[in-house]
């Protein structure tokens, strides 16, 4: 980003100041700033190291408004003294972006944000994607970890959605050593469940750690396994406890899991919106055929899992599915009602088999019915190798030996989808 410093002086001033007289000071009456109301003149102060009533030097006025430029915040940076004032003018730059702490065992939110606003005058939760705010809250955040015990170097890089080039974020990460979840204490786990959710806590134990999703993520696995179990209004909390954990090999943050269990039900009705692509009917075939079950468990995952097949072979990739309960306490069993929110369709765009010869592409293709513009159906993809080497007996010998792999990448501002199959030989 290119940027442009403007110095300006009155003729009067100019004349007066000439290269023997270089250091000789002047005395401002008053400073202003133009063009940035979003920040305050005090924090305009503060960024560029002036204070009122200083005596100033050409050259000290010069290296005054070069930090302002320094910061990033600023596309153009200009000033004119006249004798009396000091006027600063300021272009802000058109986007500054809030930050995303990847894997970075820091709180984020508005403590951290008055933290890095204390030192830094101009952070207002947003950075530039360079200069000297953004190197400055990077260091910060270093020097916030190695009171943790952690040396580690965070890079900055644009985050943004898969498959765009949009940017909503300055994401911060640690990438060496990797950051995982530490140790995992249970408490209020009753003895009969203590073995099996013991191997839960052991299966999460040493995954990847993210700033924002790894409690939710814990609380979210235990819960469903309670759930699965039948006990369906499972509380679950889960906090960091202590310190982390440094080694040279990674970086290990421990959590503390609290448990409500409640009590057992029985899965009751499962009831969905009108205007739903998955009948009542479906519902109550697949749940009356698991009426041992008495929770949720296999059966209620099998509705949500078959409401989620179906949208997403209309192509409603984005599809959401809120169950809500009803506890009928008296009878120990608990009723849902689900709200459905399908999300936009996505279409096929273009689908590749990447690795083969071109007799063996052209024949594929031939087999290929989702054609581009056609509502995405993942499906269809996962099953496509299988389906056509059982009705062809030559693709059946041409694939013999051969891994079959498949990346389906979604673009969620014009929800089109591109799939790119892959053949390798299996060693």
């Known amino acids: 980003m290119q940027r442009t410093i403007f110095l300006s002086f009155t003729t009067a001033v ?79 730059i058109d986007t500054l972006y809030p930050i995303r702490l990847e894997n970075l065992p820091i709180t ?71 950051v995982q979840v530490g140790s995992i204490q249970l408490q209020g786990v009753s003895p009969e469940i203590q073995t099996r959710i013991t191997s839960v806590a052991t299966h999460l134990t040493g995954t990847l750690f993210d700033t924002e999703n790894t409690q939710a993520n814990l609380e979210h696995a235990f819960e469903s396994f309670y759930v699965d179990d039948g006990y369906a209004a499972v509380k679950v909390h889960a906090v960091r406890s202590g310190d982390a954990v440094v080694t040279d090999a990674n970086i290990s943050i421990p959590y503390a899991v609290s448990v409500e269990e409640g009590r057992r039900y029985k899965l009751g009705a499962v009831h969905l919106p009108p205007d739903s692509i998955v009948t009542q009917a479906d ?23 078959l ?24 009878a120990a069993i608990v009723n849902y009602t689900v709200d459905i929110n399908p999300g936009p369709v996505y279409h096929l765009s273009l689908v590749k088999f990447d690795n083969v010869s071109d007799d063996l592409r052209s024949l594929l293709m031939r087999n290929w019915q989702m054609l581009p513009g056609d509502p995405f159906d993942e499906s269809y993809v996962a099953n496509f190798v299988v389906k056509v080497e ?24 014009t929800h089109e989808v591109n799939v790119v199959i892959r053949f390798e030989k299996r060693t």
């Open 14 to 92: 100019f004349l007066a100041v000439s290269f023997s007289a270089a250091a000789q000071k002047f005395l401002p009456k008053n400073i202003k700033f133009n063009g940035a109301p979003e920040y305050s003149d005090q924090e305009l102060l503060d960024a560029s190291g002036l204070k009122k009533g200083t005596t100033l030097t050409v050259v000290e006025m010069k290296d005054h408004f070069q930090r302002l430029m320094d910061t990033g915040v600023f596309e153009n940076v200009g000033y004119k003294f006249d004798g009396v004032d000091l006027v600063y003018s300021l272009k802000p």
């Open 108 to 178: 984020s939110g508005k403590d951290l944000d008055a933290k890095l606003h204390d030192r830094f005058p101009l952070y207002h939760g947003k950075v530039p994607t360079e200069g000297g705010l953004l190197d400055g809250v990077r260091a910060a955040l270093e020097e916030m970890l190695a009171t943790q015990g952690i040396k580690a170097t965070i890079t900055a890089m644009p985050f943004g959605a898969p498959g765009t080039k949009n940017v909503s974020a300055m994401n911060f990460s640690i990438t060496s050593p990797p």
């Open 283 to 305: 519902i109550e075939k697949l749940t009356t055929s698991h009426t041992e079950i008495s929770s949720r468990g296999a059966t209620t995952r099998g509705v949500w899992a």
């Open 307 to 330: 409401i989620s097949i179906r949208y997403k072979a209309k192509g409603y990739l984005d599809c959401a599915l809120t169950p809500h309960p009803e506890f009928d306490e008296a």
């Open 390 to 413: 059982k009705a062809d007996p030559v693709l059946q010998r041409s694939l013999a030996g051969v891994k079959v792999s498949y990346d389906v990448r979604a673009n969620p501002q």
